[in-house]
């Protein structure tokens, strides 16, 4: 059964609601935004996400979390959310997969996270920043973001879901759509996710690829 992989304060009852044969995955659904982040030497230095969750999940996450009973969520309200999510997330190196040569870019610790509801809907912002900036030229870098477990669905938002900040010129940014977007997961068994080993990658499938090619 996923453990820190639940992100915030429903850790406990969106656990248990896992453990129901009837539950199909993904339990919770997140649209992403995502900017990349350059120096003035043209380093990649950090990204940026903004994730949207699902009503559902938004709803049980923020309740009783309007204090002042406004009818409105404040940052100062949905503090405490906001750290325990960018705490297990961190733990879960933010479910972000960057790759430069093919190697895997290491992240610091966060920064800049906070919280709103925007249309009944928990949105969370927060900067990652990269242990050793680099540049990408000659190199694409990619960048993917998907829960392994599948517990959690990540899905681009509409518009424009990545872009590059201050990228030197020339930079070029592709989208490549995930391969199991039509596979038929609702039809599998919660049994079938909790025999899967550790090192499954079962989400991999569902998550869309970005490449960045600089010159």
């Not at 339990?27 to 043209?42: K, P, R």
């Not at 009973?69 to 325990?84: I, P, Y």
């Amino acid at each position: 059964m996923p453990s820190l992989r639940l992100l915030a304060l429903c850790v406990l009852a969106l656990a248990g609601a896992a453990s129901r044969p009837a539950a199909a995955h993904p339990h919770v659904q997140v649209e992403t935004e995502t900017l990349l982040l350059h120096d003035a030497g043209g380093q990649v230095t950090a990204f940026q996400h903004v994730w949207t969750f699902d009503e559902m999940y938004s709803s049980f996450a923020t309740q009783g979390l309007d204090k002042n009973r406004d009818g409105q969520f404040s940052r100062e309200e949905l503090a405490e959310l906001t750290q325990v999510n960018v705490e297990h997330l961190g733990q879960q190196k933010f479910f972000t997969v960057l790759r430069h040569e093919r190697r895997f870019v290491s992240f610091g610790a966060v920064r800049d996270a906070w919280s709103e509801v925007v249309g009944g809907k928990l949105r969370l912002h927060f900067t990652v920043p990269l242990v050793t900036p680099f540049r990408a030229a000659g190199r694409p870098l990619t960048v993917e973001v998907y829960d392994p477990d599948y517990f959690v669905a990540f899905v681009p938002a509409d518009g424009e879901p990545m872009r590059l900040m201050a990228a030197p010129a020339g930079c070029r940014l592709d989208y490549t759509p995930p391969k199991g977007s039509n596979l038929a997961v609702g039809t599998l068994s919660e049994s079938f996710f909790q025999a899967l080993g550790a090192n499954s990658n079962f989400g991999q499938q569902f998550a869309g690829r970005f490449t960045v090619n600089c010159p």
